[in-house]
């Protein structure tokens, strides 16, 4: 509810339009949406054309169904599902009109939006074991209506095959950037870019990579500046918060 | 040295108005300059108005008015010296224009720029002693050209106190939340607002803060989208990746 | 043994109504029991109405039902037994009458008591992830003997949602804040309450979580007072305590 | 704001006697006071007889010494300050009518109120080298209106110490166990009362001791119900938890 | 081999009755066999009526019965077998006669030895669960000829129930006390009594127990003397040393 | 109290020699001696010629002769003082009759005692820095009436130097091992021999070594049977340990 | 490119012999291509007899097969396959003339080549526990062209078994010593020998083992000068660096 | 004593050249040095014009002194002395011919000798910072007889630097790669070298490096094949390694 609307409501109690008491019910309704506004504003950009989000985890498919089944009924048109496996996806597809995308692990229903960013987001990982977490990222971004490139098996021990790939890097206006073990792309790709650089973590590795702490760890001492780090294989994280830093043009 | 200064160099030597060995001497000057032509875009347009940085940790002070003494030669107008203290700032200012900001522990040569960022950026922090790490970002972003809203003591321990300061998060394009013990601020900011928001972890506390990990783990594990983290204490990393993010408008 | 039974027998031998040796039988006997009569006192009061407990885990349903019929045969009428599945519930209920809550994994013989407590207990929690060990809390206490009001999805990256709640929260006898992830909504409601919160880590989370560490930690450096913590997942151990300090007015 | 209070600035508009406008200002000016009101309540509370609380880490003397005059301008009569050495207490005392404890490291400016809870407070610990956490704790409760017991030396090495003492220990309204090393205490304590067992890690002990994380642990696991944990070192937290506990009564 | 022993070598080819080249065989032969002696004159007197071990973890039930048959047939008569499951047990029964001892995951072949120790071995555990852990030491303890007494559910959180069984504790020769969650019970026992109390941390626990980490800290912390510890779960480790302190008595 | 004690107040009272009221202050006197009978006698065999300990970190000079000087009074004629620095122990100096080494930092008061144990205690460690550790286990060891073999100076990375040392670890009643770094000195040692072994880890190294905690890992996960630990930098412990193994031959 | 390459180039513009756009595209074409050179030899080197290596973890038995084949097609003989199980090396064997090796879970495509290092790899191992690790140390070097001396059993808990067999200790070039638990192995090694020593931690053990991060730690910790450590587990890791050290003198 | 020598020893004695006292002796004097030949060979050839090493870390001036008066006594010729500061230098350099290398902390007794190694090692670090590491490094190398090609400012977040230095790191014959903070540089430079890199990771960095943990952890997990790590901050055992690996040539 914006000042506007508030001060609608009261303009109408002092012409005598409104009692008290419904003025009092329609400002008890939503009594917080003040606060809330920024995010009802992004939701409403959101429903425009984008996704909204379901995190599947932890979710059964029949609860999915049915949030998504809501969502539909009001009227949104594309909904992500991240963290779903192929059966689950396909008890969804059997409901609603569901691609999955069994890398990344994520169903899209609807159309995959037209990119509005204000550039293109480049998604690097280092092996193919990290992959699923990058795919996170870029289906995300690609979702809310993002253009993608893709940089994969470009990791630091063969850095000339990341050198060989500097124009995507040089042109973004966001990088995600995945990797596991010692998790040091950020830090190289970080220092050729001079636009934000997300970090992202992944579980891949054994022994003394501690499930991800060892690249989480690494990322977050990156001796390069412009380089952000998020939660270990939150792929879904990188891949949003890039697509904020797309869109703040829109804002303007 | 871009494309086109390289076509230039040979057109030159085509011509016979440079030697080969002449061209080999420029060209071997900045031998990698296509590698790094972004930073060094990005360097050129620093030098327009903005600061040059000066990590000062580990510098004695004859050794930065050396390095500051260099820039200033090659025309740097502002640089900003991070991580010195009272001391080392009066040895510095005797040789160098030097204003001293000591909360921050931040120097800065020359005068303070005119911001000319896409937005503003707020930098925000819940308790007084966390007030270091807030002013190293905050002058770190308003030395590189940015403009400040500064939104202290505001915990989340009194939650009403952020509340009653919506209006800045709402309408900035980038926000650093600073926050030590247990870390919250970044999660109820970013509920709030659909900007990148900027964790900074800092060591503030004492026992089971370790050091700051307890706020960095709780940083990493937000709950809401659109945060990501940098390295505990790292203001100045907040604050340089906010300006990157306030000056991409730029870029297009 | 009380100074007053010691003191007698004394006089007893003294007024040679005792011998010197059934004396020293009689010390001897239970010559700790004084230490215990605290928790003599208070199972005592526990059995007048409200539920003994079992801790589940680890034990087989036969075991569990012969505890159970040894409690039942004593008279105890209400029995709480925590962290069993439904299989367990299933065969402990073909011999007892046993209603089984299968978010919270907990089964309750006999009938829920009346609340005879000084207040209400609210218990609060942020996704839905962490609604297991919220119920487990939540049921405790209600078998216990306590009124609960239910928090759920109240989570502080949608901090309206907690704002919109807090009639119940400063109602409160006790609160307990139940939360994985980046832990804060402890920190949150112990700004706002004036009561004690108990805070309930939860390993819901992944990567950096570390099982509910992050958490943990992020609970301990709460900057709010009048918050304590339990282990990670106890959600048992925050229902006992808010019960015994909701009946602490029972104890003047 | 009350729902009362907007009902009757609604009515006034209604009335004619409230501008919309004016209707407006009111409405926006302090949109969440109501969320505060517990608070101006506790704090109303607090100031009537007993102490604010001023933490002194990281506060110069200079600091101290005005926030305290601003508190004392404003009726305050009694205010602790914990976390000070005996230099900034003299200072201070130059100035307010001090007196410092010194084993605690805390002032108290004005009188010690008198006992007002619902109860006494036990406050035991193991060591020597745990008295001045242990100080902290008793000082604070009893700075806040609470009769307080201390019971020192009595450590779980030497048990026959703490069963010497059972009688404070069984009628106490709460308890507050101080303990670094093994941290057994708690776990000993909580098993004989039946009481909130507020137990307090001290950094106290070398090597495997971890600064404190193991006595941290140790209460974290604690076999007992009943037993909550706070911060290492954190005795003002456990004594203002246990105040808070021994005055619900006044709240009924 | 002793000196004495090169010195009749030499001495015999000094007589001429060794030659060089025997005598270079002899040294050859076996070259550190002083080093082991020890092992050797050990292994002599655990072949004399008690078990040899074999560690079961990790082997095949094929390849147990035939070391096992190996040992036979060199004359060991009782042979100790640790962390089998039953139906590595029933397979090795089928072939060796194997008791298994289902609690401990230990299977005895042969029978168990006399007692011959210098003095009784207390085991003594908290709770149920670490029963496991505690029997692994009882039974080791017995199988290596040593009389156990087990003291179980003797707990720190009911420390009624620990000094109910004094008697036991007082005269014993070596205590191992097992125990998970808080780990406190051998500093507790170890403030009683005054005979090495050798310490078993469990995994017993949740949470913050950290896998038994929780429990080892609070021991290798514990403020009683005469406490050391083995790793977790080792109830092997406890009662294999155990024994060695209850057999000093024979070296003298 | 014995129960022979309590049979001759009894009879006592019986025979009227004594008031019921005085049985009773006798009695309540020292309520749970019958708990500490093994520690008075322990204490008391300790005053037999032996030393009383005093833990010398964090108490002052001043403190330490008062506590000195009342065991003196009590009769007490040696009394070791561990971890004290030169000054204090200068100190002391001036009123008792005090030694101190300077190595062990470690004072005594009165002569060193005739060893009177069961056999030898080897005290071995590795390298130069090991040995302020090393040598408080020796002097505790002394001081308490054993005799000990030093063996310094024989690191696993020169085994050799351990070899040429193997008679006195084969004939020792019990071997303290001390260890920092790679902490592999007890895993060999406990290969070696057939007595208890306590290892000690120390603090010594920098890096991976983690204050210890390296150390300390590698001897609880020792693949020799017969070993166990004490807390990082715990000469005392170690010594004390030792003495006891050393003195069980005299309970029997 | 080399200096002289591209001088060649200015040259041939200078004399006309080349375009300024020719010259433009040769210095764009392959900007890198001096990076990669090393690896292009060394890729060479190995293909010459000796084996390529595919990281099976994580990759289907097509996967394999298909790259496998590729190799095979480019003329590669020898192929290398770590981290794969019996069931895949069945469908690989399918296909391609695999042979498996089961306890190091590798399998090789082709012959062993012939040794052609400079002298002899030792492998040494602790325990049977080991074997897997260490076996994949052995094979992978064997398969790169290595003669592989295997020392299993020689654990520092039994040192006459690792002093028995010091010849291959004393003439190897490169020793991977391989060890879990307490991990001491390699630091006894390393005092012995004067080759370089590459220490592989293996996750053998429990509880305090900590997943291998004991070893670990106390291999980095090693009091030994020459060894140095790879990642928990990494057997491939270990014999690829013996193989390259055993190599060197191939390059000179 | 090569076994050569102990058949002459023994042909002596037979011959009655010696007696079978002289004959003990000697075989008693070094009765390990079979096991320790190498370490002989090693020094001997240690001694023959390169330095042997004193760590200098907690040993006084007056002590490293006297350990270098018997060194030299010895003949030996040059000798390193590590982890002194500035001052214990000037003082050992007014007995002993030292020369000081401040940034690493390094003195050296005697000439530089002549490198004599296989090839060149280059010791490569990334930011100013490390230089006293690499330095450590790199003059330890020197003074074992090595050529030494120091690439400092190489680090990964400006690749090009470390790209336009290629020639020495493809045709070193071993790499040190120092590195703090995010510890990327082994990884980088191991995938472009095909000889040994040593990883060194120094302490270097704050807050989420933990003192040089995270950079350990990351070169444990490099994803580029042949690199192995030494401790933190463990400049000397990087060059000693590198030492050993660059005379194996000479062992041929």
Redesign the interface.
Known sequence: MS?QD??SI??A??D?KL??EE??TR??LE?????????V??HRELRQGVSEVIYGA??TPEQIIGIAGAMRDRGQQTILITRIDQAAADRIAAVHPLRYYDQAKVGLIGEMPEPDG??TIVVAC????DLPVAEEAAITAEALGNKVVRLYDV??????RL??N?EPI?TA?CIVAVA?????LP??I???????V?AV?T?V??????????????????????????????G??GG??AH??NH??K??
């Open positions: 000042q508030i001060r009261l303009q109690v002092s005598q009692s008290p003025a009092m400002l008890k009594p917080f949406q003040d606060l809330g506004y920024a995010k504003d992004h932890g979710k204000d550039g280092g092996g193919t074991s990791g630091v021990s063969g850095i000339h050198l060989a500097m040089m206006r596991g073990m010692e998790g040091a830090s190289v970080g220092g050729l870019a001079d636009v934000p997300i973590p579980s590795g054994y022994g003394a990579s501690l499930g991800g702490v060892a690249a989480l760890l690494s990322m977050l001492n990156s001796c390069a500046s412009g380089v952000s780090v998020v939660n270990i294989d939150n879904f994280g949003y918060l904020i830093i703040l043009g804002k303007a």
